[in-house]
């Protein structure tokens, strides 16, 4: 199901329609990507495919991590290696004890290396088996020009990534509701369990909170070898942003930038083109089933981003979808895919899945099917008449 969802996220990350309405931004990165999340349509890149450390960015894979295995209120244990961890601003103590919900968003707020290290240990037991996690995660996402060794992005040569995968991955992130919300927080009060009272106060290193309309979120990074990083996000009505900067001039240049290509793909969108799921829908007819057809539809709506100078006069909904099927279809199984066309190219689609159980059995109308299926689609009205 992932699969098919990232391979609909970014089947056309490469696929750009220019936006010829404006210069192109002028930057201090050497690697970026804007996408628009809701589809994954690449807006702006420049060298994406360069790899870079991604340092702190990397906290966005242990966090989500974190939430895919291990309940909000999960008390973890802070061990003598995480509290050994250079450079973590929450000043962890071995013995300390906290739960994942607040671990998870004091390391993502002040980017704490040994937070991350935690989050390992309490998911995975150790921390070669919650990189072997990592990197099993990136391969599920399409990631194809990323490894990862450790869990907070600290320099090591075998840790590297680019902007396109990083985007990916920021992509993914954001469809949790509880990511969304911790990396969308800019102060926040940590609290520990043990020692009791003891608390935290927690500013988030996204420093365009406050200073740019609509952000959202969603991790910075830097060391001296990656250079200053950023992934950020940003919403503005129906039209939502992540921009990736990689391998910045320095710390300040990387907001420089992330402001720079936010606004350039605010002004590239016109607006998010959106065919309805419940106008998507076909007919299927069933061969040896106790019904004859049965309905398939989308269980999203079809949108794409319309730039400047798009016409949404040239957007088309095709199907790719049998006519005909042996029964024993489940409801909510994959049937075929809606897909949207622009100019006659494909851009993006979304699977059509039945809406009905069929089982294997006698029906009049399958047993019609069967015998005259060389006539669809020239009977195919009179066919549909079999599902009144």
């Not at 309405?21 to 002028?26: G, I, K």
């Not at 910045?248 to 083109?273: H, P």
């Not at 075929?336 to 993006?348: K, M, P, S, T």
């Amino acid at each position: 199901m992932l699969k098919n969802f990232f391979k609909k996220i970014f089947f056309f990350a490469a696929l750009i329609f220019s936006c010829q309405v404006q210069a192109e931004p002028l930057l201090y990165s050497d690697s970026v990507i804007v996408i628009e999340s809701s589809t994954g349509r690449v807006i702006y890149e420049k060298n994406a495919d360069q790899i870079y450390p991604p340092a702190s960015m990397t906290k966005m894979l242990t966090c989500i991590l974190g939430i895919e295995h291990l309940p909000p209120g999960t008390e973890i244990k802070i061990s003598k290696e995480v509290a050994q961890t250079e450079y973590s601003d929450l000043h962890l103590q071995e013995g300390d004890i906290i739960t994942a919900h607040e671990l998870l968003t004091g390391m993502m707020l002040v980017s704490d290396n040994g937070g991350a290290i935690a989050v390992a240990e309490a998911v995975a037991g150790n921390i070669p088996d919650f990189v072997e996690m990592m990197n099993d995660k990136l391969v599920e996402l399409g990631c194809k020009n990323t490894h990862f060794a450790n869990p907070n992005g600290l320099p090591d040569p075998a840790h590297t990534s680019t902007a396109r995968d990083m985007a990916k991955i920021a992509d993914y992130c954001m469809k949790f509701p509880e990511f969304r919300e911790i990396v969308g927080t800019e102060y926040a009060t940590i609290h520990w369990i043990f020692p009791a009272g003891h608390k935290v106060d927690a500013l988030n290193t996204n420093e365009l909170f406050g200073k740019y309309d609509g952000v959202n979120g969603i991790k910075t990074g830097y060391t001296l070898t990656a250079g200053g990083c950023m992934t950020a996000s940003a919403k503005r009505g129906d039209v939502e942003l992540i921009a990736v900067i990689m391998h910045s001039k320095d710390m300040d240049t990387r907001f420089i930038d992330a402001k720079e290509l936010l606004d350039f793909g605010f002004d590239c969108v016109e607006k998010i083109y959106k065919q309805d799921k419940n106008k998507i829908e076909q007919v299927v007819f069933i061969r040896g089933g106790k019904k004859g057809a049965v309905h398939v539809g989308a269980e999203e709506d079809l949108n794409f981003p319309l730039l400047k100078g798009e016409d949404e006069k040239n957007f088309s909904v095709v199907y790719d979808v049998p006519k005909v099927i042996d029964a024993g279809i489940k409801s909510g199984e994959t049937v075929g895919h809606a897909i949207l066309n622009y100019d006659g190219e494909e851009v993006a689609r979304v699977p059509l899945v039945a809406k009905d159980d069929v089982a294997k059995g006698f029906s009049f109308g399958s047993t019609f099917v069967k015998l005259t299926e060389s006539l669809i689609p020239h009977a195919e009205n009179f066919y549909k008449m079999l599902l009144a």
